[in-house]
Structure formats: structure tokens, C-alpha cells
């Protein structure tokens, strides 16, 4: 297993910051239009919005994970996706895993890099999750870390992985999905599929 706490990205722009716009969908995923982060992170938006859940696989078959800044608003010092984040208004989901991506570990993609595994909705968080796998040949020593997003990643074994999703050290507590992501990973590591 490879640990380390890396150096940090610190890109962070300076003046007032515009309020993330994303574009929402009813339940059935049709296009309603586009809102503000906190009416889509409000009590009842009565609306759903997309994000891309990134799962990384290196070449030895390890799997990155990322445990969340202390800073973060939601499940800070957690462990989860090593690289996720919300999808912009206009912006497709390939162009949001590239930036997430980058913006999260400092690594260069393109889109056809990721390989699409699914779509979950998730009705606790008002969100899709646009569920993409990456390989890399990255070591955590390549990567550079947004300071206000990742406080560190690791590689770990499938097993461990299994275990961490269903301990109270990740912050992903969606059953339903964490039972579907670790079985289509296993699907993913026995066939390469």
C-alpha cells in the first residue's frame, strides 16, 4: 500500500467568488434548467443535479482513495472517491471529470481516458452520480493535491478498499451504492472489463 501526503495545489483565485450554477433534472433526468449550488443544496429543491464519482485503478490493480480536507463543509477527514465533484452548468461529464481530475490531484487526462460505469441516483444528496473508472500508471508521489479539497491519497488492495467503503472512516453511507461500486470493481480487477 502507497501513502503519502503530498505537496498542494494552491490554486485559489483571489476577489469574490461567483456562486457554482448547475444544471437540474427531475427524476427522470429531464432537463429543468439552471440554479445556484445552494438551491440545489437547499432543504427541497425539488430537482436533481449531476457529479462525477471518479475511481481510480492503477497498473498494480490498487485502487485510490482520498480523505477529505479538514476544511471540507460536508464529511471533512473522511475517506472517499479520489477524485468527485459537481458538474457545472453547460459543462459535460467528461469535461467535469477532466477538471475534477486535475483541479483535485494535479493529474492531465483527456475524456477518452474515463470509461463510463453507471449512473445512480441519489436521492439524499438531490444528485446523479455519473460513475466513470480511470487507469493510470500515476504514482501518489505525481500528484498534487488541492489543499482545500484532499488532505491525502493512498493506493490500497481491493480488500482493504471493501473494507474502509464500509467503515465509518468513508463518507460516502450510500449502501446501495457503496454494495455496486464494490461489486462492479471486482467485476472491473477479475476481467479487466
Known amino acids: 500500500m502507497s501513502m503519502i501526503t503530498l505537496k498542494k495545489n494552491k490554486k485559489r483565485k483571489s476577489g469574490l467568488k461567483m456562486e457554482e450554477m448547475f444544471d437540474t433534472y427531475d427524476k427522470n433526468g429531464r432537463f429543468l434548467g439552471i440554479k445556484p449550488k445552494s438551491f440545489c443544496h437547499g432543504d427541497n429543491p425539488k430537482c436533481f443535479h449531476k457529479a462525477v464519482w471518479i475511481w481510480i485503478v492503477n497498473d498494480k490493480g490498487e485502487l485510490l482513495i482520498q480523505k477529505r480536507a479538514a476544511c471540507k463543509k460536508h464529511h471533512p477527514n473522511k475517506y472517499g472517491a479520489p477524485s468527485a465533484g459537481h458538474v457545472s452548468a453547460g459543462e459535460t ?101
Open 93 to 193: 461529464l467528461l469535461e467535469a471529470c477532466v477538471r475534477e481530475t486535475q483541479e483535485e490531484l494535479g493529474l492531465s487526462t483527456k475524456p477518452d481516458d474515463y470509461v463510463f460505469w453507471g449512473e445512480m441516483l441519489i436521492e439524499e444528496t438531490n444528485e446523479f452520480a455519473e460513475t466513470y473508472l480511470l487507469k493510470t500508471s500515476a504514482k501518489v508521489s505525481d500528484m498534487t493535491l488541492q489543499e482545500e479539497e484532499v488532505a491525502m491519497v493512498k493506493y490500497l488492495t481491493y480488500d482493504e478498499f471493501v473494507s474502509l467503503i464500509h467503515s465509518k472512516e468513508f463518507c460516502v453511507g450510500f449502501k446501495n451504492y457503496n454494495n455496486w461500486i464494490c461489486e462492479r470493481m471486482k467485476t472491473y480487477l477479475e476481467t479487466k472489463k
